[in-house]
């Protein structure tokens, strides 16, 4: 079984912060993807990263999937209260189809 | 019009009776996923379908089965519910490969009283 291990688990800031959540494993995984889900909803998608060494970035987002595929942060510039919400990661371990494996996540919530 | 949709979206059972969940989806994807979703254990995959009539288990199946008798409708039974079921389930559609991402619906948020 492959395990995704998320930090920090909670976090709380003002908004305008900036801040860095984090995914780990020790397997190599083929593709990550980090979800953001609401209360009450179900996860939505924010990005896939499949190549060793990418960046990504959706706005104030920035994804980064490590070299050896084996981790992956999150990291968001001026945080706003919309983005608070439970960040997921989820990992995919072969090149072809493969269920995903899910994170615990991190709960981040951004006051005023 | 949302391409995947849960009902019921809240069900209160009492334990030992059967449940059944419904998951439709109108995006015409392979593959289909029940989740559940409980404070400290995360998302945990509970059977997924790679066709019609083609399922296979997932890390915690006991206690459930599962059908998928048409492309856009899978079921997830819930044989004799216990206590320990009570969660939020969570379907997800996809259409497969590692680089597409799932769909989720909405949950349903299951209590065995």
């Known amino acids: 079984t492959q395990l995704l291990e998320q930090s920090p688990q909670f976090l709380s800031i003002q908004e305008g912060e900036n801040l860095t959540v984090y995914c780990n494993s020790s397997s190599v995984f083929s593709s990550l993807q980090w979800y953001r889900q609401e209360p009450g909803e179900g996860p939505v998608l924010l990005v896939t990263v499949v190549t060793g060494g990418e960046v990504k970035k959706l706005k104030r987002l920035t994804f980064q999937f490590g070299d050896a595929r084996k981790d992956s942060s999150l990291h968001i510039t001026a945080a706003q209260p919309g983005d608070t919400g439970l960040y997921l990661c989820a990992g995919g371990v072969n090149s072809g189809y493969s269920t995903l494996t899910f994170g615990k996540g991190t709960m981040l919530l951004v006051s005023p | 019009d949302a391409g995947i949709t849960q009902s019921p979206r809240h069900k209160v059972t009492e334990t030992g009776t059967p449940v059944t969940l419904r998951c439709h989806q109108t995006?015409?994807?392979?593959?289909m996923y029940w989740y559940r979703q409980d404070p400290g254990h995360g998302l945990r995959l509970i059977h997924y379908s790679y066709g019609v009539k083609d399922t296979d288990k997932g890390e915690v199946s006991d206690g459930y089965s599962v059908s998928r008798s048409k492309t856009e409708d899978f079921l997830l039974t819930l044989e004799s519910a216990t206590s320990s079921q009570t969660s939020v389930y969570f379907c997800?559609?996809?259409?497969?490969?590692?680089?597409?991402?799932?769909?989720f619906g909405s949950g349903t948020r299951l209590t065995v009283v």
């Open positions: 995006e015409n994807h392979r593959y």
């Open positions: 997800a559609i996809s259409e497969g490969g590692r680089y597409y991402g799932y769909t």
